[in-house]
């Protein structure tokens, strides 16, 4: 009798002994030969040195994105790495990203690395500050901004890293492009749109802490644990600085041989603003979309805190294709008092994850239970 494998990797092995000493052929279904395609050719085209192709989103509400860029995991001495791309989506989105990194020590410890970014959201989607915002009142407005900045970024051992960075950050909301819905600025009053129409400059700087010991990388087992603190200061007269602090603990518990995974997310981020200080309506911590409450639409709530809770239940239906059945649970507050678990915005639904080791390639999620509807989502990515 064969022995039960103990791991998701053992599994897998015997899976392709069995297949190689199968007698009969086997004539592959339409969507195995999909996987088929899609890991030896698609992904291979995404992730190799040279030139590659660039598919995804550029942010919570770009909608789809296709670009191409520059990869070179070799430079300087064969160890440093230089990442150019530039993409535009379906909605008119589009960014433009430079990017370069250098290890300072052997073993990678303690790596270095810089960045410039260039962007354009011409039809972000805003429905109000705080928890009482209204689907009927969704407006537009275009976000433009540039960012320049460097980190250092410390791994003294394998399950923790830490770092820092400054950014210079450059930003400007306008009025909104979109065909369907009016500009925010004749929805919604200046006490709601801070720094609108206003070219705004932050020196950012940031800190982060993380403990990662999840296994693989596209999690069956283990834990993902982060803190980030960012201050935002206002580089003019000083009225829009403020500080945020962001708060990711992430865990996985597998069983039946990794054939099966419970993961759960819970994520916090609170807003410390100065006495006459005020926050960009832009930069608060927003929920709602494909990454968050998927049951609405994307940036559908804003406030200084946020709270969210998410889990999934999922299950291998063949090799590089999971289904997940999912809860989503979260809100928005003006008041760092007011984020409790009491009146939770919440929604449900079931997805399909085509995957590899390293992570989720293609995330199918169809969302309901909310009190904004149905939604789906097809997004290149995973979600936690």
Aim: proline share 4%; glycine share 10%.
């Amino acid at each position: 009798m064969a022995q039960e494998p103990d791991t998701r990797a053992e599994l897998l092995r015997q899976q392709r002994e069995a297949k190689a000493d199968a007698l009969e052929s086997h004539d592959p279904n339409p969507v195995e030969q999909a996987m088929y395609v899609a890991e030896e050719r698609v992904i291979p085209l995404l992730q190799r040195d040279g030139i590659y192709a660039r598919l995804g989103s550029l942010s919570t509400g770009s909608g789809f994105a296709y670009g191409a860029g520059f990869r070179n995991r070799a430079l300087v001495d064969g160890v440093g790495s230089l990442d150019l791309w530039a993409a535009g989506s379906l909605k008119k989105y589009w960014a433009l990203e430079a990017r370069a990194a250098y290890p300072l020590t052997p073993g990678r410890e303690v790596v270095v690395d810089g960045h410039v970014t260039r962007y354009s959201r011409p039809t972000e989607e805003f429905f109000g500050v705080g928890p009482d915002a209204r689907r009927r009142d969704r407006a537009a407005y275009d976000l433009d901004a540039t960012e320049a900045g460097a980190r250092l970024a410390a791994q003294p051992i394998d399950l923790v890293r830490f770092g820092g960075g400054v950014d210079l950050l450059r930003t400007r909301a306008s009025r909104g492009k979109h065909d369907d819905l009016p500009s925010v600025d004749d929805l919604f009053g200046p006490a709601s749109l801070t720094s609108f129409g206003e070219t705004v400059s932050f020196t950012h700087a940031s800190a982060f802490f993380e403990i990662d010991y999840r296994q693989p990388l596209n999690a069956r087992r283990g834990g993902w644990y982060r803190v980030d603190v960012s201050r935002f200061a206002d580089t003019s007269d000083g009225a829009y600085t403020f500080t945020q602090t962001v708060v990711d603990l992430r865990q996985y518990v597998s069983f039946l041989a990794e054939r099966r995974v419970l993961a759960g997310r819970a994520w916090v981020a609170t807003t410390d603003v100065d006495d006459g200080r005020q926050v960009p309506f832009y930069l608060l911590p927003a929920l709602g979309g494909n990454d968050s409450l998927r049951g609405f639409r994307a940036n559908r709530f804003r406030g200084r805190h946020a709270l969210l809770l998410q889990g999934e239940y999922r299950f291998e239906v063949w090799s590089a294709l999971e289904g997940a059945l999912f809860v989503d649970a979260g809100k928005v507050a003006l008041r760092r008092s007011d984020l409790d678990l009491r009146e939770l915005e919440h929604d449900y639904g079931f997805g399909l994850r085509f995957n590899t080791n390293e992570g989720v390639v293609v995330r199918v999620d169809a969302a309901f239970g909310s009190r904004d509807g149905r939604h789906l989502h097809v997004v290149f990515g995973g979600i936690f």
